[in-house]
């Protein structure tokens, strides 16, 4: 049987999932398990977000804050956020992505 959540539990979350989103949209749509703490987000909570259908987990640590298939772009911009700093996007993605030609 599951945990019941109190309201402050769900009011927490709902908050914590608007601050999330709102952050990912400078990031086409995509947050590391560090940006979700920064947000509020407590362990467990965007498991739930995947679990439930709702978010994508392309990698550990990597989130899609919507659950369609990822394009291109931001299969890029995941593969950025599980690798760090380091990297940038560059080549035919992003071309074909920005419609380029």
Do not use: N
């Amino acid at each position: 049987m599951g945990r019941l959540r109190s309201g402050c539990d769900v009011e927490m979350s709902s908050a914590a999932i608007r601050r999330a989103v709102h952050l990912a949209r400078r990031s086409h749509g995509i947050l590391t398990t560090k940006q979700l703490r920064s947000a509020g987000f407590r362990d467990g909570m965007a498991k739930r977000q995947v679990f439930a259908g709702h978010w994508l987990q392309p990698a550990r640590g990597v989130y899609v804050t919507h659950s369609r298939e990822l394009t291109g772009l931001e299969l890029g911009h995941a593969a950025v956020a599980l690798a760090g700093d380091r990297v940038v996007l560059s080549g035919l993605v992003v071309v074909r992505e920005l419609g380029l030609r």
